[in-house]
């Protein structure tokens, strides 16, 4: 009877055959966290005032935005 072929294990520096995720439990979690800060930002953009150029319309909520995608670059480069 004809064996079946599996494809090539992939060993890694220390010779271990175990598979390891790219990303830990830590990176999802703060992954999660940089899109609730992002999501926060969008919000305080949205508002409810009348008034298009207030101060947290124009700064504050943008800058919440970009902090949240600085921590989810963060959140995926952190090994």
Known sequence: MAEKKTGP???DVKGKNESELVFTTQNYKLLLISIA???VGFVLMMGTTG????F?????????VLAGFVFGIYAILKK
């Open 37 to 39: 800060v992002v999501v």
């Open 9 to 11: 294990v992939l060993k």
């Open 56 to 64: 947290r319309r124009t700064l504050l909520a943008p800058v919440v």
């Open 51 to 54: 008034d298009i150029y207030d």
